[in-house]
T-cell receptor
């Protein structure tokens, strides 16, 4: 069965520094998609970045980049130049490739705190 | 605002009462999803619609839960005879049908507290 693992319950980073949030996944399907979402205390899940299993390059979106290591089944999120507003929960998710419509399977999340 | 909207944002109810939540997806999105998130956990899939057809239901969706999307636009999620274990955040998401990169965009959620 597909599974997402985030092993860091909480992380601290100094403002303006970079931080890496870990995500490993498990699937036997060769075609899958990986997503990162941010959830502030208000509760809304905000889409950050997507990586497809067949994408040749690591995805980047502004200050967010995804360190995709397919052989290790890892999809770590890198946030550069952290800002106070980056403090939130971060969830890694995988689209279930076996299901029409592709429900998302989420990890447990990592709580990021940015220190001034 | 053309994002996903959900109403109400908060609901407090007594055990045994029925509650109904509404989700309005992004207008051109034909796929709509419901997830439930309990404290300290990631969201868990409940059900999914493509247009008005409900194509999948999770085992989490007991007989007390029902979801509809009557005209392929907005959706409702009803919980009958609520239990304290139903207390959670209920998230709605929508996506277009574009192939593998079908990003799901989430609404602000409805926080349910069952007393």
């Amino acid at each position: 069965a597909q599974k997402i693992t985030q092993t860091q319950p909480g992380m601290f980073v100094q403002e303006k520094e970079a931080v890496t949030l870990d995500c490993t996944y498990d699937t036997s399907d060769p075609s899958y998609g990986l997503f990162w979402y941010k959830q502030p205390s208000s509760g809304e899940m905000i889409f950050l970045i997507y990586q497809g299993s067949y994408d040749q390059q690591n995805a980047t979106e502004g200050r967010y980049s995804l360190n995709f290591q397919k052989a290790r089944k890892s999809a770590n999120l890198v946030i550069s130049a952290s800002q106070l507003g980056d403090s939130a929960m971060y969830f890694c998710a995988m689209r279930d490739p076996a299901v029409q419509g592709g429900k998302l399977i989420f990890g447990q999340g990592t709580e990021l705190s940015v220190k001034p | 605002d053309t994002g996903v909207s959900q109403n109400p944002r908060h609901k407090i109810t007594k055990r045994g009462q029925n509650v109904t939540f509404r989700c309005d997806p992004i207008s051109e999105h034909n796929r709509l999803y419901w997830y439930r998130q309990t404290l300290g956990q990631g969201p868990e899939f409940l059900t999914y619609f493509q247009n008005e057809a409900q194509l999948e239901k999770s085992r989490l969706l007991s007989d007390r839960f029902s979801a509809e999307r009557p005209k392929g636009s907005f959706s409702t999620l009803e919980i009958q005879r609520t239990e304290q274990g139903d207390s959670a955040m209920y998230l709605c998401a929508s996506s277009p049908t574009l192939g593998q990169q079908e990003t799901q965009y989430f609404g602000p959620g409805t926080r349910l507290l069952v007393l």
